[in-house]
């Protein structure tokens, strides 16, 4: 057990338990000179620790950031360096609601003078975070900063082999899609939890984190029309992470090499006229006109029926009004989940009659699958769209890209999957 301290000041006659001796003039004046320099010691010594202190405090309170990120393409988020913070901007990240999101990014350590009644305050760089999506990997990987993630929702449709090793090693925690338990988050106290919201109802779920403390921050980048504008989304990141340099460095490679890709189709003569998707319950969902796999279409040399359709998502089409088309279509890319032509035509004997199939021109995004279904096109491509490009422009343009092997895409054969 821990002895009580003794007490500073005692009675000079009783210090030590007996009566204390006489001390030597001699001894005395000796005393009071180690008295004297070792109170100018103090003296020092406080001083240079006052200054010391007030410089840190100044330090503390006054930072400016070395690299900042410029949105270009993105449409979803808006970054803004002040003194002292960041001011990181979600816009319109519902389906159903115009809303505007903002977050203060907050170097540890920085003192900020004004209390934001509308804004999270999030200390950065982030150590930690919970991600709900894949897309929210593909940001980490990116940036070399995987070791961030504690907790992973959907964790059985990761494709990451370095996010699948963590899972397997405990140093992630793996929620199931659609059974987050927020116990188990709160257990994790991790610095942000990354979610990608549909309805704003859906973000709802998560106040009782936020009611403990928990900073929950909204990731809308599938929203995005455009494919660099999704990969845009590695800059957001960056500000999270103060990699800001390094997001403009791997993103301005994809962007060079993407505007390189379209740029080499541009003269093409012949655009192959190209379907997409396959029907479900008697409807065919096709890509509008300006979604962002429209624009893959465009930006890779293709005709698509359905470009001048200013929809930015699906539209629902008929089984007969798309059958027409399939009948002369050149080509057919994205077939739900289908490995092999048997079955497409297992779905409906009636794609018999359409020309891809006829001439084994159907491709499907689903290459790169992992043993529990994850899908790396919807993981590492959203950030690498130079890379989807590439395999659109070889599927459609061939002789432009004699030598791509595919990456992401696969040309469907009669049978099971190679």
């Not at 432009?400 to 190679?418: F, N, P, Q």
Request: aromatic residues 10%; glycine residues 8%.
């Amino acid at each position: 057990m821990e002895q009580a301290r003794r007490p500073a000041c005692v009675d000079e006659g009783n210090a030590f338990g007996r009566k204390a001796e006489p001390m030597p003039e001699t001894s005395l004046r000796y005393a009071c000179l180690l008295s004297f320099v070792a109170w100018l010691s103090f003296i020092s010594c406080t001083s240079d620790g006052s200054r010391e202190s007030k410089a840190n405090r100044v330090s503390q309170t006054t930072y400016t950031f070395r690299d900042t990120a410029t949105v270009k393409y993105a449409s979803g988020f808006h970054i803004e360096y002040k003194e002292n913070y960041k001011l990181l901007e979600i816009r319109n990240p519902y389906q159903d609601l115009t809303d505007t999101l903002r977050y203060i990014l907050k170097p540890r350590g920085i003192v900020l003078d004004t209390a934001f009644t509308d804004a999270q305050v999030i200390d950065i760089p982030v150590r930690t975070m919970i991600a709900t999506s894949t897309t929210h990997i593909a940001l980490t990987e990116m940036l070399e900063a995987n070791e961030i993630i504690t907790g992973m929702v959907g964790a059985e449709y990761a494709y990451s082999s370095e996010i699948k090793k963590m899972l397997d090693e405990g140093k992630i925690t793996g929620f199931n899609q659609g059974e987050f338990n927020k116990e188990q988050a709160l257990a994790l106290q991790p610095d942000l939890i990354m979610v990608s919201a549909g309805q704003s109802s859906q973000f709802d779920d998560y106040r009782v984190l936020m009611d403990s403390g928990i900073n929950v921050l909204l990731n809308s980048e599938w929203l995005e029309t455009t494919p660099l504008g999704k990969a845009e989304w590695v800059k957001m990141m960056g500000a999270l992470l103060n990699r800001e340099d390094m997001a403009n460095e791997q993103f301005g490679k994809v962007a060079t090499q993407y505007h390189n890709l379209k740029g080499k189709v541009a003269e093409a003569k012949e655009k192959p006229l190209v379907i997409n998707n396959l029907p479900y319950k008697g409807a065919w969902f096709v890509s509008g006109g300006d979604s962002f796999t429209a624009r893959y279409l465009k930006d890779a040399g293709a005709d698509y029926p359905w470009y001048g359709n200013s929809s930015t998502g699906g539209l629902r089409k008929d089984f007969e009004a798309v059958y027409e088309v399939g009948l002369k279509a050149d080509v057919w890319i994205n077939p739900g989940a289908a490995n092999s032509l048997d079955e497409i035509i297992e779905k409906d004997s009636r794609f018999r009659d359409f020309k891809p199939l006829k001439s084994g021109r159907i491709y499907n995004n689903n290459r790169r699958m992992s043993d529990s279904g994850g899908n790396d096109y919807w993981e590492s491509g959203v950030v690498h769209p130079e890379r989807v490009l590439a395999d659109l422009i070889h599927i459609f343009h061939p002789e432009i890209l004699s030598e791509r092997e595919l990456y992401y895409y696969k040309k469907l054969d009669v049978g099971a999957d190679e």
